[in-house]
């Protein structure tokens, strides 16, 4: 059977959405290899911080460093009584290239995890390609976490438990994880505890073309070839291919993480995402390589179906992401 998206039941208003997205996406891509900022905004709806609780929720963002403009929005879902919350730092996708903690799409999602999962998140505003290539992005996500280990930040709230953090993100969001992971077993933090990853859809590459690549290319939304194409090319170093170890961790040219202690990882796929053979290839690889890492997939969703919560299976989810998460919370308690 032809996988198409016009076999699943997806709302007109969904679909009508996912296309001004991908429209402006492409339109916003300029010739010479940069992107038309101003343009792209008429795309990007942005939504800002409550001081006051909606829902459940207080957000406020904080700069960790203005002369990179690298800030972070905090999600504070009220405290129930004494208890402590884990901590998630939060990366978003967009190819590297687009998005930002205050897009709407990533505000809501955010806010929504922190208040089903009765954490408390970090989104990083991470520095964007083609401005910034490799390894930019790596290096904002990993000195936030540093930030809240070495510094007292005021307002941070006091019932955050840094023993109890995980990294989370999707897409180019879900590729840092990997690489702020390998950064970090190789540094020793003062208070932070990683005890969990959880990768929605990570993009990854490499120069071959798998077959979910091929199959898929043209048929669902976000994600074709064309346009990662363009994206790993935005991204990499100039001269790289996307065999390069930030695109392929699973080929030749990838980090040996056989030494490093790893947190414990979940990786989420969709049966309609044209990356989804380059996901499962990671989860292989954490697997050979001795490291403890789940998959779960949903068969019958695409690229970013996160990002609507009017769709079942995004609340399944935040169900399994909440699942993975006991399971460590218990083990770290032990």
């Not at 669902?220 to 194409?229: A, C, H, K, L, M």
Request: proline fraction near 6%; aromatic fraction near 14%.
């Amino acid at each position: 059977m032809t996988q198409d998206l016009q076999n699943l039941d997806i709302p007109w208003k969904i679909r009508l959405s996912m296309y001004a997205l991908c429209l402006g996406f492409d339109i916003s891509r300029r010739s010479n290899g940069t992107i038309n900022r101003f343009l792209m905004n008429f795309f990007d709806f942005k939504s800002f911080p409550s001081k006051k609780p909606i829902n459940g929720v207080s957000t406020t963002d904080v700069s960790v460093d203005k002369a990179r403009n690298l800030w972070f929005r905090l999600y504070t879902p009220t405290p129930a009584g004494d208890t402590t919350m884990p901590v998630i730092f939060y990366f978003h996708g967009g190819g590297f290239c687009y998005m930002s903690p205050h897009s709407r799409p990533y505000n809501y999602f955010c806010d929504q995890l922190a208040r089903e999962l009765s954490a408390i998140i970090i989104s990083v505003n991470y520095r964007l390609a083609p401005k910034h290539r490799y390894p930019a992005q790596y290096e904002d996500c990993f000195d936030t976490i540093k930030f809240i280990d070495e510094t007292g930040v005021e307002g941070f709230p006091s019932h955050a438990n840094l023993k109890h953090c995980f990294l989370a993100g999707d897409s180019a969001g879900g590729n840092i994880v990997y690489h702020v992971m390998v950064r970090a077993r190789k540094h020793e933090f003062r208070s932070i505890k990683l005890i969990g990853a959880m990768l929605i859809q990570p993009f990854f590459g490499g120069e071959e073309r798998t077959e979910s690549e091929i199959t898929l290319d043209g048929q669902v939304p976000f994600v074709n070839i064309e346009r990662t194409d363009w994206m790993w090319k935005a991204f990499l170093p100039e001269g790289s291919d996307r065999d390069h170890p930030a695109a392929n961790v699973s080929g030749c040219n990838s980090v040996d993480i056989s030494g490093l202690e790893f947190p414990a990882s979940v990786i989420f796929v969709a049966g309609f995402d044209p990356l989804k053979d380059w996901q499962k290839r990671y989860y292989e690889g954490l697997k050979k390589y001795g490291k403890e890492a789940y998959l779960i997939e949903y068969s019958d969703t695409f690229h970013a179906f996160y990002a609507y919560p009017e769709l079942p299976v995004s609340s399944l989810l935040i169900k399994d992401m909440k699942d993975f998460m006991q399971k460590q919370l218990l083990a770290a308690n032990k």
